[in-house]
């Protein structure tokens, strides 16, 4: 019995966009991106523990709670140094999001339900909501450069210092690695291997 593996696979990918109303979500990132430049996805997996299983998910993200780098000028943000994502929760939800801070959590909630909110009461809140008892929530995703030592080997290995003993390489090889050494971009020192058997 032979298995069609790209018919399975092409089989539950169509489950998982149907069970995520994909056409729907897809429509209406479409309309923000027609109306506002961009819409925006939200993909993931929601797991259950009890279960030991999970759901693939698939939905529109609000683009007004979206904030980017603006010195981003790639089309993939491959550019950006962050991005921001802002979304209303409530206390419950976000103290199961973080339960090593959900004392704090109750405790700033607490501060802001005791505080009179006089002023402003026409503008729309930034960071509390007191009717619907929300908080603001902001992710950001940074990037962070670190620099790292790679050796390319002659069979095309390329591996990080951590995993070499230094003192497999004869001294003429590391001589030569060490004169082809070159700084990029991203941070990262390479050398060009040269060991001859």
């Known amino acids: 019995m032979t298995w069609n593996f790209a018919g399975c696979g092409e089989g539950m990918t169509k489950y998982i966009l149907d069970r995520c109303n ?12 027609v109306i506002g430049r961009i819409g925006w996805f939200d993909v993931g ?19 007004f709670g979206m904030y980017l780098d603006p010195e981003t000028h790639a089309l993939d943000f491959s550019d ?17 999001a973080y339960p ?8 700033q909630y607490a501060v802001y339900d005791k505080a009179e ?19 603001r929530l902001v992710e950001c995703w940074y990037k962070v450069k670190v620099p790292q030592t790679l050796y390319y080997l002659t ?3 390329v591996l990080p210092k951590e995993s070499i003993d230094i003192s ?19 941070g990262r020192v390479v050398f060009r291997g040269c060991l001859a058997r």
């Open 22 to 33: 994909y056409d729907r979500e897809e429509s209406q990132v479409f309309l923000d991106a």
């Open 100 to 107: 090593e801070h959900a004392e704090d959590i109750r405790a």
């Open 155 to 157: 069979d095309g290995r």
């Open 168 to 186: 497999l390489f004869s001294r003429r090889a590391c001589g030569r690695a060490a004169n082809n050494a070159y700084g990029t971009g991203e």
């Open 45 to 63: 997996y929601r797991f259950n523990d009890l279960a030991t299983d999970g759901e693939a998910y698939v939905r529109r993200e609000d683009p």
């Open 80 to 96: 950006a140094k962050y991005i921001c994502r802002a979304k209303w929760v409530t206390k419950d939800a976000l103290s199961l």
């Open 117 to 135: 909110h006089t002023a402003g009461k026409d503008i729309d809140p930034l960071w509390y909501k007191r009717d619907t008892d929300k908080a």
